[in-house]
């Protein structure tokens, strides 16, 4: 077996458990592969992906903070999206709902933790 000739002792049935199947696909094997790996050598699975995202999200939060007193305002929201050129006026949507939407403590504009949660539901 692959495995064993990597320095994983695990036995097929161990290993159906563990994958909940008798074959794999190539691009199935190479993230289990790399899993166990990470496991191995004693990583938390996920850890750096987890700091990748955090640190662009603040990158990202920076762009739209654009008086940088931390937090987005339905201007800086606007303001930002025209830039892009993501904004149509004919959309029907105002950047004041826009905020609405996440704002959960209700003070009309996002915060990095109101930010953080809106970008991570629209990417789930």
């Given at each position: 077996?692959?495995?064993?000739?990597?320095?994983?002792?695990?036995?097929?049935?161990?290993?159906?458990?563990?994958?909940?199947?008798?074959?794999?696909?190539?691009?199935?094997?190479?993230?289990?592969?790399?899993?166990?790996?990470?496991?191995?050598?004693?990583?938390?699975?996920?850890?750096?992906?987890?700091?990748?995202?955090?640190?662009?999200?603040?990158?990202?939060?920076?762009?739209?903070?654009l008086?940088?007193?931390?937090?987005?305002?339905?201007?800086?929201?606007?303001?930002?999206?025209?830039?892009?050129?993501?904004?149509?006026?004919?959309?029907?949507?105002?950047?004041?709902?826009?905020i609405?939407?996440?704002?959960?403590?209700?003070?009309?504009?996002?915060?990095?933790?109101?930010?953080?949660?809106?970008?991570?539901l629209?990417?789930?």
């Amino acid at each position: 077996m692959v495995l064993e000739k990597t320095g994983f002792k695990y036995s097929v049935e161990e290993l159906e458990c563990l994958v909940g199947k008798k074959r794999l696909e190539l691009s199935e094997f190479l993230v289990f592969y790399e899993c166990m790996v990470k496991q191995k050598n004693g990583e938390e699975e996920g850890g750096d992906e987890i700091e990748d995202v955090e640190r662009d999200l603040v990158k990202t939060f920076k762009v739209f903070d654009l008086d940088g007193d931390g937090f987005i305002t339905s201007q800086e929201l606007e303001c930002v999206l025209k830039r892009l050129g993501m904004w149509d006026e004919r959309c029907g949507k105002d950047s004041t709902s826009m905020i609405c939407s996440y704002d959960t403590n209700f003070d009309g504009k996002l915060d990095f933790q109101e930010f953080k949660d809106m970008m991570l539901l629209t990417n789930s």
